[in-house]
């Protein structure tokens, strides 16, 4: 592992969710949020002026249901924004599979107890964590399917999860797009993630002088992440003191 960098000033923070800020759960409604983790980022958006986003493959509910707190949150890995805490959706026109897709997964899933797909507005995941086998089976079938329409879906590959989305958005476009306004523009963006989904965010945060940090290469697990940001918000607060 790396030394841990120093907080940066005039950061803007773009955090993913599963597997950074909360640990990995054997289903997505099995993940634990602290207790004490909404109340931090709230603190540490208020610090930054509200340079704080949550940027997930969740769909924004979700968000809101773990995490219901006044932060800028993006869902859907970018089809969902919402760049102020109390201000409207921002959703750009994307397309959603054939519904034929999804029923030739379902019958897939038949096969493979454990597996399931989660349904998203433009698109879905099957996951696999519970029944392993279903993986590579369920690419085969997913990457022929998205080979019907491959400049409209991607097939993103997650964690003991395949995703299909709609191209033309992802993290990235969801950088440059908080990037592009207040309270972000002027600051220094840092994405951390732990995924292949978060590439795209790290990219974007390096390309314009910042930081795209891989939790696993930087923080090892969530709790050293989340003990960061703490140190970050105590940080801040000594300097707002002085
Ligand atoms: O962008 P993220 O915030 O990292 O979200 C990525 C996906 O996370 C969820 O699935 C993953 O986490 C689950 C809970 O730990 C785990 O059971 C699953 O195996 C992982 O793939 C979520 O369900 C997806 O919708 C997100 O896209």
Redesign the pocket.
């Known amino acids: 592992m790396q030394d841990l960098p120093n907080p940066p000033e005039r950061a803007a923070l773009f955090l993913?969710?599963?597997?950074?800020l909360v640990e990995?759960?054997?289903?997505?409604d099995?993940?634990i949020v602290p207790p004490d983790l909404p109340e931090l980022l709230e603190r540490l958006s208020g610090r930054l002026d509200g340079a704080l986003a949550v940027i997930?493959?969740?769909p924004l509910a979700e968000l809101d249901h773990f995490l219901p707190v006044a932060i800028a949150k993006v869902g859907s890995?970018g089809a969902v924004l919402r760049p102020q805490p109390q201000g409207p959706l921002e959703e750009p026109a994307l397309p959603s599979p054939p519904a034929a897709w999804r029923v030739r997964l379902a019958t897939l899933v038949e096969s493979f107890p454990g597996a399931f797909i989660?349904d998203?507005a433009h698109g879905f995941?099957l996951?696999y964590?519970q029944s392993p086998e279903a993986g590579p089976v369920a690419r085969t079938l997913l990457e022929s399917l998205v080979a019907e329409a491959p400049d409209a879906f991607a097939l993103l590959p997650?964690?003991?999860?395949w995703?299909v989305t709609p191209r033309g958005v992802s993290k990235g476009t969801a950088v440059t797009s908080l990037m592009a306004r207040r309270p972000f523009a002027g600051r220094l963006p840092v994405f951390v993630?732990?995924?292949v989904?978060?590439e795209a965010g790290m990219a974007v945060a390096r390309a314009a002088g910042g930081m795209g940090l891989r939790l696993q290469d930087v923080f090892g697990t969530p709790p050293v992440f989340r003990d960061w940001l703490a140190e970050m918000d105590r940080h801040y607060a000594r300097g707002a003191a002085a």
């Open positions: 993913d969710f599963d597997g950074t990995i759960a054997e289903r997505p099995a993940i997930s493959g969740r890995h989660e998203k995941v996951h964590r997650a964690r003991m999860a995703e993630g732990d995924d989904t978060d």
